[in-house]
């Protein structure tokens, strides 16, 4: 069975894969990205909807390719980051095959096999840059109907939470305002804790409503 073969394989159509393949394409040395989704995926898809990159638009540029922004101090959103990542792939002419995983590597003759969804690849080198926070480590709470647990990956908004009893603002509002009265605000107070477990990329919210006392 003849199998395809590649100088170099790069995995992940991140902004680091790109970034190694316009330096490739750079060198005149040819390659292949394999992505298993659609390129910039993390961005798409396992961010929340409020999420603002967390550096200002001055800051933010790939490879001869500037971050196009009217507000250098602002912070962009996940969406304008998949747009900016998108147009880096087209302007790069990154040669991206999505939609495919690679699910082991091996050795072989030319160096490496990667068995890939869609069959086998040969390749000289491979570039893994499939980036980090790949595997979930969820704190193990116990499920007892005070806790509510959800990966980072997988929150989009408030509206994803439950509703009392494990989620209510307004008796904390209503102790807000009646600064006298401690107990009352002791009862409806709400402990938010972000647990980031041994894995950073693990970032499992933790919301418990506090026991009254
Ligand atoms: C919640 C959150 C917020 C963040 N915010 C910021 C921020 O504001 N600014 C910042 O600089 N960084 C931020 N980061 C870090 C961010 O992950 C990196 O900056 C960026 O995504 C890393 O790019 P990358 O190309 O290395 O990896 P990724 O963007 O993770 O890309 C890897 C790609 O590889 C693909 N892939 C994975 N496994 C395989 C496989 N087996 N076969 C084929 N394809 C595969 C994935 O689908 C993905 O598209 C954040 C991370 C998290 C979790």
């Given at each position: 069975m003849t199998i395809e073969h590649i100088e170099?394989?790069?995995i992940g159509g991140g902004q680091a894969g790109l970034t190694m393949s316009h330096?490739?394409?750079?060198?005149?040395?040819p390659h292949l990205v394999v992505e298993r989704h659609r390129i910039a995926e993390r961005?798409?898809?396992e961010r929340w909807d409020g999420l603002r990159f967390?550096?200002?638009n001055w800051s933010v540029q790939l490879p001869d390719f500037p971050f196009r922004h009217d507000d250098p101090d602002g912070f962009t959103?996940?969406?304008a980051i998949v747009d900016f990542i998108t147009a880096y792939a087209a302007h790069i002419a990154a040669p991206v095959r999505c939609g495919v995983e690679v699910t082991a590597l091996r050795d072989g003759d030319a160096g490496f096999v990667a068995e890939t969804s869609q069959g086998s690849i040969a390749a000289n080198h491979v570039v893994i840059a499939t980036g980090p926070y790949q595997r979930a480590v969820v704190p193990d709470l116990p499920i007892d109907g005070t806790t509510f647990q959800i990966h980072a990956s997988?929150?989009?908004?408030?509206?994803q939470l439950p509703k009392a009893p494990f989620w209510s603002w307004a008796p904390a509002r209503r102790a807000r305002r009646s600064p006298r009265n401690c107990c009352a605000r002791a009862a409806a107070s709400i402990s938010v804790s972000a647990s980031i477990a041994a894995c950073p990329g693990a970032i499992a919210a933790t919301i418990s409503?506090?026991?009254s006392s």
């Open positions: 170099t394989l790069i330096r490739l394409s750079q060198r005149g040395r961005w798409r898809t967390q550096f200002p959103t996940s969406a997988r929150y989009r908004g408030p509206a409503s506090a026991g």
